[in-house]
């Protein structure tokens, strides 16, 4: 046998192991949504059924990744939640139009495969899946030998979505008058981390040996699927807003009509105990609010004789609570006092 001929596991790409990864994944996606129609893991496609029940439906469909976390869950060797967060950061964008989750792809890049790590990574889509109420019909592995650096990878989301037209939530439903409420996070989600490392790496901090690190920095986005979308079922909301990268304001406008104002008191912000940690190494309020949700995961648009009522679909962590109000003005938003980060 010619030890010099060339083949593609030399070159850093083993199809066998990818394979193992696909079947694995179709047995347990099989296994966590019982028996359906359709189960196309490994195909060239995904079939899924749309819902009967709805008389116009529209599709809604969202992507996103989870960022440099990818680079905590490899400094903590911990893979099983940052799948919790890529669904997360999709479907949590589909529900601000209205949508309800219907299904869920995934594409993993990784310099080599390495079952233990994918397998982990999966078992956090699908949980993340089960929150959302959705299922993972299928995606992509790509083994990219040289494009990564040994042990590194990326991961990508993307989410289908349905929404029947009378519900979508739009602009124009928001009203002067309307109050703006705030949804607790739980952490910081899936954004700033490139600043959260880069204040690890220079103040020199020992992740392993910080259990308060350790914890906060692994863990999953809330998931506000169930909960919003009851309210849209209630009719309950006017509007609503995923808080992600660009904080409250770069969000929050993105829903407001033009000569309306979403006016916030900062004050009223109920704060965590790891942007208190983040707030205490030399960042300025602006960089804060602009980076990091500061303890508001999602905000609501709600009538004033609908507050009362929203309050007994979150559980007791997560109740919503009023930060503001929308008012005539020429800017979309106005961001009022300092938040009490201590």
């Not at 993340?128 to 790509?142: I, N, P, Q, R």
Request: charged share 30%.
């Amino acid at each position: 046998m010619n030890k010099n001929l060339f083949t593609y596991k030399k070159s850093g790409v083993d199809i066998k192991a990818a394979d193992k990864f696909v079947s694995f994944i179709s047995k347990i996606s099989t296994k966590k949504r019982g028996k359906k129609k359709f189960n196309n893991i490994g195909s060239f496609g995904s079939i899924s059924d749309i819902p009967k029940n709805i008389k116009n439906p529209k599709i809604v469909a969202c992507t996103d990744g989870v960022g440099t976390k990818i680079e905590i869950a490899n400094m903590m060797q911990k893979y099983d939640t940052i799948g919790i967060d890529l669904v997360a950061m999709s479907v949590n964008d589909l529900i601000v139009q209205g949508a309800k989750p219907l299904l869920f792809l995934d594409y993993i890049s990784i310099n080599k495969i390495d079952l233990p790590k994918l397998k982990s990574i999966v078992k956090g889509i699908l949980k993340g899946c089960k929150f959302a109420s959705c299922d993972l019909v299928g995606g992509e592995t790509a083994e990219m030998p040289d494009t990564y650096e040994r042990g590194k990878f990326d991961i990508a989301g993307f989410a289908v979505g349905i929404v029947d037209q009378k519900k979508i939530l739009k602009k124009e439903k928001i009203k002067n008058g309307d109050f703006i409420l705030a949804i607790p996070s739980n952490g910081l989600h899936s954004n700033g981390y490139s600043l959260v490392r880069n204040i690890i790496k220079k103040k020199k901090v020992k992740l392993v040996k910080n259990s308060f690190l350790k914890k906060e920095l692994i863990k999953p986005t809330k998931i506000y699927v169930n909960e919003i979308l009851k309210l849209i079922d209630k009719n309950l909301i006017q509007g609503c807003a995923n808080i992600t990268g660009g904080g409250l304001e770069d969000n929050i406008k993105r829903i407001i009509p033009n000569k309306l104002c979403a006016e916030i008191d900062l004050r009223k912000i109920i704060t965590l105990k790891i942007f208190k940690w983040l707030k205490k190494n030399d960042i300025k309020d602006k960089e804060m609010l602009k980076t990091f949700n500061c303890g508001i995961g999602f905000c609501l648009i709600v009538k004033p004789k609908n507050i009362k009522k929203i309050d007994k679909f979150f559980s007791k962590n997560y109740k919503p609570y009023i930060i503001g109000k929308i008012s005539h003005g020429s800017k979309k938003i106005k961001l009022n006092g300092k938040i009490n980060w201590f």
